[in-house]
């Protein structure tokens, strides 16, 4: 069990980017301690990714997300293949061209590798998230047949350097996706359960449309909008859901720091921003 969050803002967009960074991260806390990570585009630097082992208390004490960015997905691991020790499984992963971050579990992990021809991207990884990226860079745009080379559960989010302003999302069976936008149409927010989304509303002063993802569907998210759908026969026989909360004192730790600067990140006067 995992949890996956993110954000695109357009432009006009009155979200400011490190405080909805910190505020999802500790949102989605409870889902996994052995590690955690951002990605996002940097309009200088480019693709930027940062990691770290243990839970998102302690992501929070260093996460630096820069002001004007407009993109980012999140990732708290609860590992279940591939050991967090090695910076490279942990998430967001890397495959090529694909950085992406990934809630589940894949059966075929090792099978994709050898039908695609490909060893994995950095000396001893093994975890099985890294087949969806492999596949996705093979793929180049073709993300459904990419996705329905997979057996088993997911819920995942990737850029793509080949196709920069832009993040993708998809949900298959097994996990949950959530997203919501605001009603000015100028920002997307997603993450794994509804709570995540509640607790944006709350600190961030905004008002979400919020809305499950539906299994076997692909996003295709921009300037704070979803510019795309399509779909994807996804894999039926992943449809068991595990026990969400899998480390308690995690989202408690990181939900009293929130708690800590509520008046910051909800500015000064509290007012709703969008």
Known sequence: ???????????????????????????????????????????????????????????????????????????????TKGRPSLMANNHPIRHGEVVGVHNGKIANDDAIFLDLGRTRFEPGMTVDSEAIF???????????????????????????????????LARGYGRPLWTGATRRGDAVLW????????????????????????????????????????RFQADRRATWLLNPVASPEEKRIAMARLDETRDELRGEDGARTA
């Open 191 to 230: 993450a794994s359960t509804l709570e995540a989304l509640e607790v944006a509303e709350d600190f961030l002063g905004v008002q979400l449309h919020k809305r499950p993802v539906r299994p076997g569907t692909i996003l295709e998210v921009a300037d704070g909008a979803i510019v795309s759908r399509s």
């Open 1 to 79: 069990m995992c949890g996956i969050a993110g954000f695109s803002l357009a432009p006009s967009s009155t979200i400011d980017p490190g405080r909805a960074s910190r505020v999802l991260l500790a949102s989605v806390a409870e889902r996994g301690a052995d590690a955690a990570g951002c990605a996002y585009e940097d309009p200088a630097a480019g693709l930027v990714v940062e990691k770290q082992p243990g839970g998102a208390s302690r992501f929070l004490e260093v996460v630096q997300v820069p002001n004007d960015i407009r993109l980012l997905l999140l990732h708290v691991r609860d590992f």
């Open 134 to 168: 492999a596949a996705l860079d093979v793929a180049d745009g073709d993300h459904a047949a990419a996705l329905e080379r997979l057996t088993g559960s997911l819920a995942c989010g990737w850029f793509d350097d080949r196709r920069p302003g832009r993040v993708f």
